[in-house]
């Protein structure tokens, strides 16, 4: 439904757009922010009546329950963002998805939300060791010690007891 509804609406000839970020545009999915020397002056809301915006974002709302590369990605931007801004991010999104199908051919091959869990855990990673060489520190890796309930339960006792 959501294809047949932006193919209807929008076409499937792009050379109208110069690039995604123009359809995105053209959708209304992209921030309205009037900037001045990187001061926001002005954020305008602009009521959409694009049916093929209303459409990508409900089909972008139906992926928090999604188990599926799209689907991480969502809940990740609505735990950052919220539930309405993740829902306009995550249309913006598969608008640019699109485009990129109808003009390069691009095939969408979904890698599953452990993928996209993975390189966030990498991207973290960098992060940190990033911050961590900016502040003469280095990061170790934290050893994980599986003791059976018994063997800690031994240790916790030792650590009680007077010497």
């Known amino acids: ?14 050379a ?22 990187g001061k926001l002056l002005k954020h305008e809301r602009v009521t959409n009546t694009n049916r ?16 599926s590369y799209l689907g991480a990605r969502f809940r990740s931007l609505r735990a950052r963002l919220g539930e309405h801004r993740a829902i306009k991010a995550m ?5 640019r998805l699109i485009y990129r199908m109808l003009t390069r ?9 452990e993928e996209f869990q993975k390189r966030r855990n990498a991207r973290q990673q960098q992060t940190l060791q990033r911050l961590a060489a900016r502040w003469d520190t ?3 890796p934290q ?17 009680r007891q007077p010497s």
């Open 105 to 113: 051919g691009q095939l969408w091959v979904d890698r599953g939300a």
């Open 16 to 37: 109208p757009f110069a690039s995604e970020d123009h359809l995105v545009s053209w959708l209304n999915l992209s921030p309205k922010r009037k900037l001045s020397c």
């Open 52 to 67: 093929a915006a209303a459409a990508l974002r409900m089909a972008a709302s139906t992926l928090r329950e999604s188990d």
């Open 91 to 95: 249309a913006a999104y598969l608008a």
């Open 1 to 14: 439904m959501t294809v047949q509804t932006f193919v209807s609406e929008v076409g499937v000839d792009m």
């Open 138 to 140: 280095s990061l170790c």
């Open 143 to 159: 050893l994980k010690t599986h003791l059976s309930s018994h063997a800690r339960k031994a240790v916790s006792e030792e650590s």
